[in-house]
Structures are given as C-alpha cells and as structure tokens.
C-alpha cells in the first residue's frame, strides 16, 4: 500500500494570527519581534517587509531604518499554543495519526483511510476548508509518499492552495531543487561537507542523485546514503504523535538590553544549577537541555 503523508503549515504563523484580526493589516509590512528594545530580533517576518530587505533574525532597530513604515507587534505565545491546539483538533477528525512540527505546522498520515473520507488529496482540501471556516486561517498543503516530499511541495504553493507528487514521480519532482530545501541538511552534513558540494558543483538534487554512491561516500563519508535516498524522494521516518514529556523549568527576567555576554552566561548558569538541584532532590535524569527564545532567561529540561 503507498503511503499518503500530508503536510500542512500556515506560513508565518504568529503574523497570521495578528492579520486575522486586523484586516487592515493584510497587504502591510509587518513583523514579529520583542518590544521596546532596539536590539531585539525579529522572530516572524512578512512577505511585504522581506521585500524590503527585512530578514528574521535581523534586529529591530536596523529593520525599522529599511522599513520605516513595517509594524512591529509583541509575540503572543499563549495565543497561538491555544489555535495551535485546535488546529490539532480538526487534523483529528481526518487522520489517525498526525505529528505535530510546530506552531501551524503539522504532518498527517492518510494512509488508509481512503474508504472513510476518498483519496488523501480530497481529504486534504476538506482539512483546509475546515481550518478556513473555524479559524480564518488559509494555509498550504503538500501530499506525497512520504515527509520530505510533502514538506517540500508546500514550497511551491500560496495559501490556501495544495500541491500534490503523485506515487513514482518522487525523483523527478525533487531534481531541480537546491540541497538547502531539505529543512534538516544541517543534521547531517557539517557547513565544511556543503562547502565540498558547492566546489564539486553538486548544487541540485538531481545533480546529487545521479552522482553514483560510492563517489558520494568519498566526500560526505556515512552521510551520502541519507542525502543521495533524499534527493532522490526517497524518505522512510514514520508520523509520530507527540509524546509528553515530564519538563522543569527555570526562568529570571532580564533587561532586553542587556548584551554583557559574561553576565548572560551567568544567568543562565544560575539557572542551571537551579535546574540541576531540582532534578537530584526528584531523583531524576535530564535528556534534553533547551533555551527558549523570548525575553526572559530561560532554562528548560525535559526530564
């Protein structure tokens, strides 16, 4: 049985959510970023403020000199954990199995369920019509044989529309893109590897898939098998629900201009300890240690 995995994603999410209720706001340059503090970053970035040279990352106060007239609006966390809920509430009703990716960003195994809702690309534009109606949120949908290729075919479309890669058409579909669309090419090839591609002229995946294996092996050592299967659409991890985690948490606010790197260190190895002193009173282990963005010092570990 081919697998039918749908992705869908509300691109620039939080900006989304900011439009949904302005209207007015709907052609203008906005951003998401940290407010009063010039030196903050910008974490969402329109499409109308990108065209003015504005990048997420950038800082606030050489956004504002590019684009003098873009809107910089708070980020909103609790609002888009509650949408982002209730989106996962309507995959619900569609797909057995859906692994959330992030905010607005979901993947969807339909795999079989063809003779509950018909093909998984109708049921696909019945999950955006419900996203449509319940929330006013327009999004993009990618369907494929699997992640990858589903991810990648929402590159090429503007909400609300869907792109589809029929079952066999994987390698050609994948040939013209560039290695950088694979979102996590970071995790398997180090800055110096990509560098080697570039200077062997290696720049599509095409060009990669029909380099032979071994020759690839030479270069990027164990690392050629999992790009060469990539490039050529070839993707076997499965959706997997979202698993709980126990967490801890630690956070202290700090001044948002504060840019003494030796004190933010301390900061966040007072936190640290804080973390580790609760984590041996609980007689517990920590698996993973994050630092999430925003305008506290903050310490997450999940237990």
Not at 66 to 75: A, D, E, G, V, Y
């Amino acid at each position: 049985m081919d697998r039918h995995i749908a992705f869908f994603q509300i691109p620039s999410f939080e900006i989304a959510l900011v439009r949904r209720h302005e209207s007015a706001l709907r052609s203008r340059p906005i951003a998401i970023g940290t407010l009063p503090s010039a030196r903050a970053c910008l974490r969402e970035v329109s499409q109308e403020a990108s065209e003015d040279g504005v990048r997420t990352g950038m800082s606030v106060e050489l956004a504002r000199r590019l684009c003098p007239r873009m809107q910089i609006f708070p980020p909103n966390p609790l609002q888009a954990a509650a949408v982002h809920q209730r989106l996962q509430h309507i995959m619900a009703e569609y797909a057995p199995v859906w692994e959330p990716v992030g905010p607005g960003h979901v993947f969807l195994d339909l795999t079989g369920t063809q003779r509950l809702f018909g093909p998984a690309v109708d049921t696909a534009m019945r999950i955006e019509r419900e996203v449509i109606r319940r929330e006013r949120l327009t999004g993009v949908l990618g369907v494929g044989t699997n992640k990858l290729v589903s991810r990648v075919a929402t590159t090429l479309v503007q909400p609300p529309q869907l792109c589809e890669v029929r079952p066999g058409l994987e390698p050609t579909f994948m040939s013209p893109f560039s290695i950088f669309s694979l979102h996590n090419i970071n995790s398997i090839l180090p800055n110096i590897s990509l560098s080697i591609l570039e200077d062997l002229n290696l720049r599509t995946l095409g060009q990669i898939a029909d380099t032979p294996l071994p020759y690839l092996q030479l270069v990027l050592g164990p690392s050629a098998a999992i790009l060469h299967g990539w490039a050529r659409g070839i993707d076997p991890s499965p959706v997997l629900p979202m698993v709980q985690q126990p967490c801890l948490e630690q956070s202290i606010s700090i001044s948002p201009d504060e840019i003494d790197d030796e004190r933010l260190l301390g900061v966040l190895y007072r936190l640290l300890e804080q973390l580790c002193r609760t984590l041996r009173r609980q007689h517990r282990v920590c698996r993973r240690l994050r630092h999430p963005p925003g305008r506290e010092a903050a310490a997450t570990s999940s237990a």
